[in-house]
């Protein structure tokens, strides 16, 4: 049964505007939450990240939002470009795990000029 | 880049072959984690390691069996490959000690025909 969903298998925004991408979990011991992003024929990057202790983490265009009564995050790109459009994965961990990622399907942006 | 490679970076086989793929990492890092990436599923964890000759099973292990007998090289083995087996495998590292975030490698295609 996969602990991390995202239901939104793709997204088409317009360049300029904002990419909205979420995520639901339902593992209550997950206390890390990552996003990667990840190019045809490439291996995945890590994008950013956010402890439970915090409901916001912002590096540069990108912040990711946590909302631990709904297990939910969200991803914001702001502003999109096309350099974004790429397929972007919401991963969560626990800190009894190995450190090791439980992975959603994915959510495939294309970003329209 | 993190330092990680994998080899080959394509393969194909044929139904019923020992296949072993190769991970190679130059960072020193503890932790190494082998995951399969099919559509509509995301990254699932296949089996990882947490030093030389400890490994442990991920969420689909069935059909495979891991190796480390080196800090650097982690190795998978499909004993008797099967079609269901045809995707792409990736490689991820982490240094452990509190960090969350995995590396990952270039990825390998494998089909089995």
């Known amino acids: 049964d996969q602990q991390v969903k995202q239901n939104s298998p793709s997204l088409s925004v317009q360049e300029g505007r904002i990419s909205i991408l979420n995520c639901d979990y339902t593992n209550s011991m997950f206390d890390y939450f990552l996003w990667y992003k990840k190019y045809p024929a490439e291996g995945p990057t890590f994008l950013i990240s956010?402890?439970?202790?915090?409901d916001k983490n912002e590096d540069g265009r990108f912040t990711v939002f946590l909302n631990k009564s709904a297990k939910h995050l969200s991803l914001h790109i702001v502003p999109s470009q096309p350099g974004d459009s790429a397929v972007y994965f919401c991963a969560a961990s626990s800190s009894s795990s190995d450190y090791k990622l439980s992975f959603g399907a994915g959510t495939t942006v294309t970003v329209r000029a | 880049d993190a330092g990680i490679t994998q080899s080959p970076r394509h393969k194909v086989t044929e139904t019923g072959t020992p296949v072993t793929l190769r991970c190679h990492q130059t960072e020193n890092h503890r932790y190494m984690y082998w995951y399969r990436q099919d559509p509509g599923h995301g990254l699932r964890l296949i089996h990882y390691s947490y030093g030389v000759k400890d490994t442990d099973k991920g969420e689909v292990s069935d059909g495979y069996s891991v190796s480390r007998s080196k800090t650097e090289d982690f190795l998978l083995t499909l004993e008797s490959a099967t079609s269901s087996q045809t995707s792409v495998y990736f490689c991820?590292?982490?240094?452990?000690?509190?960090?969350?975030?995995?590396?990952f490698g270039p990825g390998t295609r494998l089909t089995v025909t």
């Open positions: 956010i402890s439970s202790i915090k």
């Open positions: 991820a590292i982490t240094p452990g000690r509190q960090s969350y975030e995995q590396y």
